[in-house]
């Protein structure tokens, strides 16, 4: 029995490709499963399964295109309500593919219906594949269903990774779908590519404690915030999500951006954010294309707003318009490739200064005594990463809360930072878009610290 993986950096997520040399099981696909389809020729095997963990609320699944185009099972926990024929399975049900069996197990935590599935080949030692219940080193979060059901699903996550523990054998390889950079994981994730069932007993979160009570109230203190587009993928899931278009969005020029950006659309530049700083067009957003792409426009943009995209090639807008149909972004009303000289027609371009924690004014003043004048640091990272420590009188409005609370800043030149740079570059966007006179502080939270001008927690 082979594993092959099916790595989604920029959603932090792994899909896998489990096979004997003839036939496959897919398990948890991403929505562009050219990606898979291209794994099943380079093995010559058949897709013959297709199996979800669960109804994800991370991105737009693949699954039922993948098994309506081969013409296979798609196997979905019988107790999901869903609105497409799909092969119902439940907790203890064993399915054959090839030479391999297909275990069944109920592991609710992340979800109430999560299952996970027992992969085999005979008498070899079993693979198991987690979703969000096991993770390497912690488990998924247990928020998303429904917040009032935290706690209720936060036992039944223990619960689950013990069962797992408890019945499968120490070698049994454990292949999850969240813990690579997911916000649907929890917890103190290890991180790395690979452990056992064995190995998790030794650092797992829910494992290396018995009481269930630490555990509980351990896991629910360190649920921070998740991106708001993961309201709207359950429901595009349970629906039997259809092959995206990834036709190149037609070319836009000068005047059009204009035309867009007056209308209150978003045209989003993905240029590197050194770049985007010396010069873009006026009203555009800057969101660097990278790992985080696709996470923080869905998590910005109001859902269903026109979108554009600025990119200096072609290609990256491919990238990009790959990255946004995997969270059911679908339609894009254009794009356009140049520079921002060319691409900002009439109107003047804008930009803003970049420094660093060590180039601060030493007129920097507390956010609240503020008046036009002065220069204040605003901090937009999450809550819990304010509270371990921070610039004392720095103003603090978490990215994902920037946009409702623009008329709260306070007056004067922002200088906005964060942990490395990258969100601070999209704040430092949506303040430029909004009239606001601001510096990216382009630099690691760490030599504000090392620098001795924050305060730490403890």
């Not at 005979?122 to 009032?148: I, K, N, Q």
């Not at 800057?286 to 910005?300: H, P």
Request: glycine content about 10%; proline content about 4%.
């Amino acid at each position: 029995m082979h594993v092959e993986v099916i790595s989604t950096e920029d959603l932090g997520d792994r899909s896998y490709l489990v096979h004997d040399g003839t036939s496959a099981v897919v398990v948890d696909p991403q929505r562009d499963i050219d990606r898979v389809e291209k794994v099943l020729a380079e093995h010559g095997v058949t897709c013959a399964m297709v199996v979800e963990t669960h109804i994800h609320n991370d991105y737009v699944t693949g699954g039922y295109d993948l098994a309506q185009r081969n013409g296979c099972p798609y196997v979905v926990n019988a107790d999901d309500k869903v609105s497409f024929e799909r092969h119902a399975v439940r907790d203890g049900d064993e399915l054959v593919v090839g030479k391999m069996t297909v275990r069944v197990l109920s592991t609710p935590g992340h979800t109430d219906t999560h299952l996970s599935y027992v992969i085999s080949e005979g008498d070899e030692t079993p693979a198991v594949f987690t979703g969000g219940s096991l993770l390497y080193g912690s488990v998924g979060r247990t928020d998303l269903v429904d917040v009032a059901r935290t706690d209720e699903l936060t036992r039944a996550q223990f619960h689950s990774a013990r069962r797992l523990a408890a019945e499968l054998p120490d070698a049994t390889e454990v292949f999850p779908t969240h813990g690579f950079g997911s916000f649907c994981s929890s917890g103190s994730a290890a991180g790395g590519d690979g452990g056992t069932i064995g190995e998790e007993k030794q650092r797992n979160d829910a494992l290396t404690t018995d009481d269930e009570d630490a555990f509980v109230e351990k896991l629910i203190a360190n649920l921070t915030a998740y991106p708001a587009y993961y309201a709207h993928m359950g429901a595009l899931n349970r629906q039997g999500p259809t092959a995206p278009d990834l036709t190149p969005p037609s070319p836009l020029h000068a005047d059009e951006l204009r035309t867009r950006i007056d209308a209150g659309e978003w045209i989003v530049d993905l240029r590197d954010q050194t770049a985007y700083a010396a010069s873009h067009v006026h009203g555009s957003v800057g969101i660097a294309l990278g790992t985080q792409f696709s996470t923080y426009v869905g998590w910005l943009m109001p859902w269903g707003t026109p979108l554009s995209l600025i990119g200096d090639t072609a290609e990256q807008v491919a990238d990009a318009q790959r990255m946004l149909v995997r969270i059911g972004v679908d339609e894009l009303q254009g794009a356009a490739t140049g520079s921002a000289e060319e691409l900002s027609g009439d109107t003047p371009l804008s930009s803003y200064p970049l420094h660093t924690f060590a180039e601060l004014p030493a007129s920097v003043v507390a956010a609240d005594d503020a008046t036009d004048g002065d220069s204040v640091i605003l901090d937009v990272r999450r809550d819990d990463e304010y509270d371990a420590g921070h610039i004392p009188g720095a103003a603090h409005v978490p990215m994902h809360h920037l946009l409702e609370r623009l008329d709260t800043l306070p007056a004067g030149q922002l200088w906005v930072h964060c942990a490395s740079g990258y969100r601070a570059s999209i704040a430092a966007s949506l303040l430029d878009r909004a009239g606001r006179d601001v510096v990216l502080v382009d630099d690691d939270y760490s030599n504000a610290v090392d620098a001795g001008i924050t305060t730490e927690a403890g």
